[in-house]
Nanobody
């Protein structure tokens, strides 16, 4: 059974950086395309970034492009989201997700429990 556990969230000031981590257990990470999503208070969950199984390809939402970087270390079964130049509107619960499909914004099969990121102005 696949389990995803996120970590690295916290309360930070605008402009600083934060790195989220997501550890996959129960299977080999290289089997999965991985994504990061976020859900702000009162809003629907939205796609942020995705990375292909090998790590060769990435895809970003326009709202985070140029500030966030998704990466993976298949040997460590871990996916990362480096978030730079954080803004108050980045405040959300951030979720890690996995799918056996190709690089996509949709149809993820497994989800973590989320980690809170709060950016103060």
């Amino acid at each position: 059974q696949v389990q995803l556990v996120e970590s690295g969230g916290g309360l930070v000031q605008a402009g600083v950086s934060l790195r989220l981590s997501c550890v996959l257990s129960g299977r080999t990470l290289s089997t999965y395309t991985m994504g990061w999503f976020r859900q702000a208070p009162g809003k629907e969950r939205e796609f942020a970034a995705a990375i292909s199984k090998s790590g060769a390809y990435t895809y970003y939402a326009d709202s985070v492009k140029g500030r966030f970087t998704i990466s993976r270390d298949n040997a460590k079964n871990t996916v990362y989201l480096q978030m730079n130049s954080l803004k108050p509107e980045d405040t959300a619960v951030y979720y890690c997700a996995a799918t056996v499909g190709s690089l996509t914004m949709y149809d993820y099969d497994y989800w973590g429990q989320g980690t809170q990121v709060t950016v103060s102005s």
